[in-house]
């Protein structure tokens, strides 16, 4: 019974239904609550005064042709549209159980008549609360709507229901409980009050007494008053029109307004529906009875889960712990190489003390022996012993010169303990499922027409077999060190394709693939043996910015497709960018286990560069040994501060700041001789500029130089027009700056070891062009080769 109570409260002011009345589309409203949600319509805008007007169909026309057909033949009753002329105008609220209705547009007139009889303006409109459906009142009102005596018994029976225990009705005091009812006096007693005022005896013996709660039955089920017409107030329902779905009585049938309508008599009908109810209700009792056992089975996985959590945390907790241990004895163990390595190298440095200590005072004992032989005044003497004391004290001191003062032992530890691959296992450790619900994915292909490589750069794609049914949900790319070390991810994503950046060049690397799903990875691709390109082929050095010219060769990546391109090898920093438009050209070779990809050298479009490809004869094929690489390059605006302007394809850059800015070029070196230049294109009010080389994480908000990243020169001789020559020799170690082809010193800096970018700062006084694809000065390389 408790579930019903939402069935019978009132949807505007939340409570028990009071006088409900019901509404054609057959939801209810007490009939208080709907006097109190009414909206007059303005009478400008009213279906009259528009037809008078000669305006057209509008809604308001609809709203009188609802009103028209309200409990008309063939009408239900209702009109639906999205809002009537004053609901915009008119604030909405909530009631208590959260339906949103309209107040009156204006206060009620006040009245001494009930809300049924009490007259409503002209062209009031009501909505109804739940289903929002509006329509126009007609000239009776809210009397016009039939009133729900059905609902009104249910709710008198559910308050009965949840009232206290019955009462004895003729106790004078405190009422006493009731024991019995007779059902001829419909009166209940208690005992001392039915021996008093109910004997069995007399005409009252032959009345029946049954138990409190079987005569509340009984007093539901006595006859109610009969429901009268809703046009005929003094006439009793007697039929039922099925057309129209509603009671009506005699004088209705008489008066022809369901003349051609279906009327069958109103006790068939009502024994009709209700075995017709009874029926729904079956299947409705049903699907509950389906739904409660459902919540006992969801309950059941509550508890379960729960179970199945606990235990589940345990053996998880237990794994890990045993990851912990595994590490820390690997942990014990190479702590105790370190303090042997420590151990060692405190042995050997105090050995080499102590050797030096006696040592050092064995000379200290010979100089201070020569010192006092010096004060003797005996010549002859003193000749008779200094031969022997100048052989030993020249003899001792080149004992002190064979590597006596440098220490055996260096105070670094030549121990590097290389954790990457493990924390990668430990970032990737995951749950794998435990029953497979579909296969691993197939395989993934390298497509070796798409792949390529660009100065110091590779591209790579792949694809899924043809006859794959198994989805990807994306690719993990693989690649080597260079040197044939181990693999590393270098692309973990969707794309099939990938260009990865800051290679070494003339280096030689692995690469390969897998795909995986929520069910695994695949098995890996064939291995892709690659060779990073040696440049451009030249014999002369060309003119800057417009007459050199790339000649695409073979195996283009098509340009619509753009490869996802990694920045550094095992760099995390992933962008989109079109790869180079210049390519290498390859020779591929496959085996059962690998495949090969051989890059050569691109030839150049310029006078005086006629190489031969590969369909010459090998006779006229170019020593590319006698040919010196050269790289293409530009600015990096990704790396670059945010200060930093630029222009001409990136070869160009200046500053928006008075302070100094780094920007880097977007090629690194770290084999090979590299030659660039760069031209000063405006040079005002004392700047100052530096070129140079840089690492990567080098700061970009200070002058080049200022940190332990970067290598550079500062002025010097640099004016407007001027054109400074950047030389980095990776195989000697050495940095040489030129400044209008004239070397600046000796080499500038030595010991140059490592990944460099091509660097320059400058502040927004300053405006640089950088020309790249340079072959290294004449004297340089005759200098290197005899060398």
């Known amino acids: 019974m408790e579930e019903m109570e939402e069935e019978l409260k009132c949807p505007v002011c939340g409570s028990f239904y009071r006088e409900p009345i019901i509404l054609p589309c057959s939801h209810n409203i007490c009939q208080a609550c709907a006097r109190n949600i009414l909206v007059q319509t303005p009478e400008s805008e009213s279906p009259q005064s528009r037809r008078a007007s000669g305006s057209g169909v509008s809604d308001y026309d609809y709203l009188d042709l609802d009103k028209m057909s309200l409990y008309s033949e063939a009408d239900s009753g209702y009109g639906s549209y999205g809002g009537f002329a004053s609901a915009p105008t008119t604030p909405c609220q909530k009631s208590p159980n959260g339906v949103r209705v309209f107040p009156p547009a204006m206060p009620p007139p006040p009245t001494h008549l009930s809300p049924a009889l009490a007259p409503v303006p002209r062209n009031s409109c009501i909505t109804c609360p739940q289903c929002h459906r509006s329509l126009i009142l007609d000239d009776r009102g809210l009397r016009g709507f039939p009133k729900n005596r059905v609902l009104e018994g249910v709710i008198d029976r559910y308050q009965q229901s949840k009232a206290a225990a019955l009462k004895c009705q003729l106790c004078e005091k405190a009422p006493k409980e009731a024991t019995v009812m007779c059902e001829q006096c419909d009166v209940f007693y208690c005992d001392p009050c039915r021996l008093r005022c109910h004997p069995p005896r007399g005409p009252l013996a032959k009345h029946r007494l049954v138990p409190p709660a079987q005569g509340r039955v009984s007093r539901r089920l006595s006859p109610r008053k009969v429901s009268t017409c809703t046009d005929h107030e003094l006439e009793n329902h007697s039929m039922y029109c099925v057309q129209c779905k509603m009671p009506v009585c005699y004088q209705c049938l008489e008066e ?51 179970e199945n959590s606990v235990e589940f945390e345990a053996c998880l907790v237990a794994q890990c712990d045993a990851l912990i241990d595994a590490l820390n004895r690997r942990k014990a163990q190479l702590l105790a190489r370190v303090n042997k390595e420590h151990e060692h190298k405190l042995k050997v440095v105090r050995d080499q003390i102590s050797h030096c200590t006696v040592k050092l005072r064995q000379t200290t004992g010979l100089m201070e022996y020569c010192l006092e032989v010096i004060k003797e005044n005996d010549p002859s003497g003193f000749l008779q012993i ?331 001789g640099i004016t407007k027009g001027a054109t400074i020559g950047v030389l980095l020799d990776l195989n000697r170690k050495t940095l040489t700056f030129f400044i209008n082809d004239e070397q600046q010193g000796p080499i500038a800096f030595e010991n140059v070891e490592g990944l460099f970018f091509p660097a320059v700062s400058l502040n927004r006084n300053v405006q640089v062009t950088l020309h790249t694809g340079l072959p290294v000065p004449d004297f340089y390389s005759s200098r290197a080769s005899i060398a």
């Open 386 to 716: 200094s031969d022997a004391l100048i052989r030993r004290v020249h003899l001792t001191e080149d004992q002190w010169g064979k590597g006596t003062l440098t220490p055996r032992m260096t105070t670094d530890f030549d121990l590097s303990l290389d954790n990457s691959p493990l924390l990668q296992s430990i970032h990737q450790l995951d749950f794998v499922q435990m029953k497979a619900s579909s296969p691993v994915p197939a395989t993934p292909i390298l497509q070796l027409e798409e792949c390529c490589t660009h100065n110091n750069s590779a591209t790579l794609s792949w694809k899924q077999p043809p006859l794959s049914a198994v989805p990807a949900e994306g690719y993990i790319l693989e690649l080597d060190d260079g040197n044939g070390g181990q693999f590393r991810e270098v692309y973990v994503g969707k794309e099939t394709m990938c260009t990865v950046d800051g290679l070494h060049f003339n280096s030689t690397y692995n690469a390969r693939v897998k795909a995986f799903n929520k069910t695994g990875v695949s098995q890996y691709s064939k291995t892709l043996v690659l060779q990073t390109s040696e440049g451009k082929a030249l014999q002369h050095k060309p003119k800057r910015n417009t007459d050199s010219e790339e000649q695409t060769l073979p195996f283009p990546v098509p340009s619509e497709r753009l490869p996802l391109r990694r920045m550094s090898p095992f760099s995390s920093t992933l962008n989109l960018q079109p790869s180079f438009p210049g390519r290498s050209y390859f020779d591929f070779r496959s085996s059962p286990h690998q495949l090969s990809l051989h890059s050569s050298l691109q030839s150049l479009n310029a006078p005086g560069c006629n190489f031969e490809t590969h369909s010459a004869p090998s006779s006229q094929l170019v020593d590319i040994k006698k040919l010196l690489a050269v790289a293409w390059f530009a600015f990096d605006p990704g790396s670059a501060h945010s200060d930093i302007i630029f222009s001409n394809d990136n070869l160009t850059v200046t500053c928006s700041s008075y302070d100094d800015r780094v920007v880097l070029g977007k090629t690194g070196f770290s084999k090979g001789v590299h030659y660039w230049e760069l031209t000063v294109d405006r040079y005002d009010n004392h700047p100052d500029p530096a070129f140079g080389v840089a690492r990567m994480d080098v700061m970009k908000d200070v002058m080049l130089g200022k940190d332990d990243k970067a290598w550079a020169i500062t002025e010097g």
């Open 256 to 306: 022809g307004k369901h003349s051609s309508h279906e009327v069958k008599a109103l006790g068939a009908m009502w024994k009709l529906h209700k075995s017709q109810l009874s029926q729904a209700l079956n299947g409705l009792s049903d699907r509950a009875k389906e739904a409660k056992e459902f919540l006992v089975q969801l309950r059941n996985m509550v508890q379960q889960i729960q």
